[in-house]
């Protein structure tokens, strides 16, 4: 099925506009003009900028204060995408030369955060040097520390002098009991502690650091590694509590724990969720209680210590050494905002169009009570721009009548190796097929005939839009198109056939 125009928010009053303007493409209901600035360019807390704007990690940290049972610090090595790895470790001074390097290379670049390999706050002196360097030299640049807190509370007045208005707390448990089974030790004033008495010193710690972090006015974001038949139950409870201490975004990540990788997790057989399972724990920590609901992150990419660039598209091993410290490079601060308004124009363009379509985004309580979920073959800037073969990853958008949200990015390995055409692999094809079964279309440039006949084979209709790269629709119209007619086919072939509790077609829940 090729894509037909105009599109319409199906169900969506014509001109009806969008409700909640002031928050079109932002994580978060009523956020005030500072907070909006502050969050508009940053890919991580603000799903909508993850298309648009990069962001580099400084591996600038490298010891630790804590053993988590999911954790072993590589270095040197380049096929591992996870957190904790890195090629090289760096000092702040050869950090600030990849800031230069990168900063020249890619406009978009928006935020430079330090997340390791270590604790950024285990290594406080060599973390702070390095924020110094650029905000010294790059104050247009955003920046970012993400850690796991036992240090925070004596950090967060150097954080707040610095400008470092986004920081992540990883917090896995509320209940100590909870975190024994996650932990193995925490090193504090010179001891090593195991146990509960461990885990209520650092629960007391990321809660003293978040409490202080929100009070000096610093975006607070939450990382919680989902661990089945540990704590991925308890999660919810995370939110709950940090929703009430003011944290602004929860990001609840999947386990990564592959033998090969030598963690204590990998090596014990602990398994990782399904994405299903991670889906499901997303829409139950999205909690309620009190104002607004929590704001779930589901678009993290489980970053390298040393990533640069788009989320999703690392481009760490095009910035080597070599370069970055012998090649000079100009700080062109004109260029970067040059490229910052031209994507701000793009946004405004989407956001009016879906405006005038009376589109909604995010925003849980708008949710339409029947939505399926569409995967786009996506590699940034709003548009549905990948063909089907050559996609690295697939958005997975909740969709309905008039309303989308991205709930999750699917990695998949390319099946298509061909440069010209189509060279596929029909195991790889068999495998992405799978993954995408309980999504009821998928949209992309182009799909080839062999794919296009898997996926219509199980009832997932094929949308392709061509290689137009300024269409006016982003990906949001136009995976709202895609719903609608899923919808509209599914309950055509439940008025034909079967009672509504029969109904499943293509994953219409
Ligand atoms: Fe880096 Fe983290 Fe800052 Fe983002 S990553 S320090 S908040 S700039 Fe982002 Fe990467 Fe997920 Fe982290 S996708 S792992 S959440
Ligand atoms: Fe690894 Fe981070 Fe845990 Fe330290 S806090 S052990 S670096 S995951």
Known sequence: MTRSLPLLALNAPAGAGCPRKDTCGLPSDGLDEATRAKVAAHPCYNQDAHQYYARMHLAVAPSCNVQCNYCNRKFDCVNESRPG???????????????????????????????????????????????????????????????NGLRLPENVARIVELGIDHVTITMNYVDPEVGVGIYAWVAYAGEQL??????????????????????????????????PGINDAHLPEVARLVKAEGAFVHNVLPLISEPEHGTYFGLTGQRGPTTQELKALHDACEVTDGPGAMQIMRHCRQCRADAVGMLGADEGESFSPELYLNEEVANEPGRRQAARTEIEQRRAETAALRDERGIVTEGVADKPPRVVLVAVASSGGGRVNQHFGRAEEFWIYEA???????????NVRRFCSGLLGCDDDPSALGKLVSMLSDCAAV????????????????????????????GPDSVVEIAVEAAGAALVAAEAAHTALVPAELVSVGGVR
């Open 400 to 410: 309905g009548p008039g309303w989308a949200r991205f709930v999750q990015a699917r």
């Open 443 to 470: 949209i992309a440039a182009d799909i080839g005939p062999r794919p296009r006949e898997a996926l219509e084979k199980v009832g997932i209709r094929c949308i392709t839009v061509g290689d137009d790269a300024d």
């Open 194 to 227: 195991t146990g509960v008495v461990a885990m209520q010193l650092l629960l007391a710690q990321q809660l003293a650091g978040l409490r202080a972090l929100v009070a000096a006015g610093v975006l607070v974001k939450i990382n919680s590694v989902m661990i």
């Open 85 to 147: 790895v890195t090629s090289r470790v760096l000092s702040p001074e050869e950090a600030l030369a990849k800031v230069a390097y990168v900063a020249a290379k890619v406009p978009q670049l928006s935020v430079v955060g330090i997340a390791g390999p270590g604790d950024p706050l285990a290594n406080a002196n060599r973390t702070f040097k390095t924020f110094e360097l650029i905000k010294r030299d790059y104050p247009d640049l955003r920046l970012c520390l993400s850690t």
